[in-house]
């Protein structure tokens, strides 16, 4: 089983600030099966990135991804009030067919 | 609009059975495979089953197999988690997502989400 490990498990920033959040699998994982998600209190995941890089209709350009083998990131370039929210990734592929990383909540410093 | 509605949650005993469904509209969901999720309290995502466009493909987490059976009927445009002998470990909100995939059919996403049920198991 693939193992994803984000970090840090909290992220305190101020808004405008930069955000940078890791997730590292325990095997290589193709860039293709490789996905981030938002969730704010009380709502469903929202997918944000996909194929490790693409933004997801609507997301906007302060979100981007990037990475390759072992080790993902996810980059808020300049935080919204709206951007302070738990980030979640997901990989495809291996056996169990999909996991989740433990999460990074990013909160207002 | 594209929208997944959850439904089906709610309180029950330990061992007993529920069913969730997931009703698809605004897609050709005939077209789609199909994943539940699901959150315990205060935790994170955990993938629960998912099925393909024509059901030909299922798979479970370890942690559900033999308890739980995904299905679905495209004719109803409806998914379904049939969840038997359930524990205090399956109280979640579960979630249906549907899987999409980007580029040239490589890329994988869940895109759209429902609101969730919920499903609590005590005595």
């Known amino acids: 089983e693939i193992v994803l490990t984000q970090s840090p498990g909290t992220l305190s920033l101020s808004p405008g600030e930069r955000a940078t959040l890791s997730c590292r699998a325990s095997?290589?994982?193709?860039?293709?099966?490789l996905a981030w998600y938002q969730q704010k209190p009380g709502q469903a995941p929202r997918l944000l990135i996909y194929g490790a890089s693409s933004r997801a209709t609507g997301i906007p350009d302060r979100f981007s991804g990037s990475g390759s083998g072992t080790d993902f990131t996810l980059t808020i370039s300049r935080l919204e009030p709206e951007d302070f929210a738990v980030y979640y990734c997901?990989?495809?592929?291996?056996?169990?067919?999909?996991?989740f990383g433990g999460g990074t909540k990013v909160e207002i410093k | 609009e594209v929208q997944l509605v959850e439904s089906g949650g709610g309180l029950v005993k330990p061992g007993g059975s529920l069913r969730l469904s997931c009703a698809a509209s605004g897609f050709t969901f005939s077209s789609y495979s199909m994943n539940w999720v699901r959150q315990a309290p205060g935790k994170g995502l955990e993938w629960v089953s998912s099925?393909?466009?024509?059901?030909?493909?299922?798979y479970y987490a370890d942690s559900v197999k033999g308890r739980f059976t995904i299905s679905r009927d495209n004719a109803k445009n409806s998914l379904y988690l049939q969840m038997n002998s359930l524990r205090a470990e399956d109280t979640a909100v579960y979630y249906c997502?549907?899987?999409?995939?980007?580029?040239?059919?490589?890329?994988?996403?869940?895109?759209?989400w429902g609101q969730g049920t919920t499903v609590t198991v005590s005595s």
């Open positions: 095997q290589s994982v193709s860039s293709s099966y």
């Open positions: 997901q990989q495809y592929g291996s056996s169990p067919p999909i996991t």
């Open positions: 997502a549907r899987v999409e995939w980007f580029g040239e059919e490589t890329d994988y996403g869940m895109d759209v």
């Open positions: 099925i393909s466009s024509s059901s030909s493909y299922i």
